[in-house]
């Protein structure tokens, strides 16, 4: 009632010449304007004194919690990125070169098989042994050519997927991890988008076992690896970024054949 009558003034002009006064009301767009800015106002006053009446004590609680999980986060973190410098100046201490035929003709990982320019896991791997014939890289068939269009569901399986299903390289470079071009990584090394890095799980000591960007390792594969571990927000982040992890397996060696800087799958370990 108090802004509408407010909103409702009216202005006096200039007396006439016989003393009486001019008046008219305020135009209709002044009026809208006045009652936006006011219903504005009282909209603040209500959120501040539903903020002042939470209380001191539960905000300085909550405040606490963060700061715990946080502190915890970043000595966790510490540790792990304090590991990873470590590991590369030191090397990783074991064999590096993977065991690979390197004269069956094969350009990819033992476990694997080469197919449109790619490496994929072998089909008999992925089927148990019953569709050993790769034809794309979702299906896999009983036959090297399926003739017999009556008989295409029995004679071919298939299994969709991007990166996933039967389009996966071979498991010794990682779980559900994309074909690549020929050639294999080191030993202590994983595949991440076709180049070779440092597993996660030895750089970390095994806190952050799980590559999630070039020079990121997680504690998982969730959401949780979008967010830095002890970062300021109260969030549960779980990754960990930092250029240590963004190295390959032979650091420490001082050999060519073995570099220490990330890299292509190298097919002088899987031919000769």
Not at 4 to 24: I, N, P, T
Not at 110 to 116: A, K, R, S, T, Y
Request: net charge negative; aromatic share 6%.
């Amino acid at each position: 009632a108090m802004a509408y009558a407010a909103d409702v003034e009216w202005s006096a002009h200039e007396e006439s010449s016989d003393g009486s006064e001019d008046l008219e009301l305020r135009p209709p767009a002044t009026r809208t304007l006045r009652v936006a800015v006011l219903g504005a106002i009282a909209a603040v006053v209500v959120v501040c004194c539903v903020v002042a009446r939470q209380g001191a004590a539960p905000a300085a609680a909550r405040a606490s919690a963060v700061t715990n999980f946080n502190s915890a986060g970043e000595a966790e973190a510490a540790a792990a990125l304090a590991a990873a410098d470590k590991v590369e100046e030191n090397g990783f201490g074991g064999k590096l070169t993977p065991n690979e035929h390197l004269h069956d003709g094969n350009p990819c990982n033992d476990d694997e098989e080469f197919f449109g320019g790619l490496c994929y896991e072998r089909c008999a791997v992925l089927t148990g042994g019953s569709h050993v014939y790769r034809q794309s890289p979702w299906t896999c068939c009983n036959q090297a050519t399926c003739s017999n269009v009556f008989k295409l569901s029995t004679c071919c399986r298939h299994n969709m997927g991007m990166c996933s299903g039967f389009d996966i390289a071979g498991m010794e470079e990682g779980s559900k991890v994309c074909p690549h071009n020929p050639g294999a990584c080191l030993a202590d090394e994983e595949l991440f988008l076709d180049v070779c890095y440092m597993k996660c799980s030895l750089l970390t000591n095994g806190e952050y076992p799980y590559r999630t960007a070039s020079a990121t390792c997680c504690k998982s594969k969730g959401i949780g690896c979008w967010v830095e571990d002890g970062a300021k927000d109260g969030l549960d982040g779980q990754a960990i970024t930092s250029s240590s992890l963004a190295v390959g397996g032979g650091c420490g060696d001082s050999h060519l054949s073995t570099p220490c800087a990330p890299h292509s799958p190298n097919q002088t370990l899987t031919e000769a």
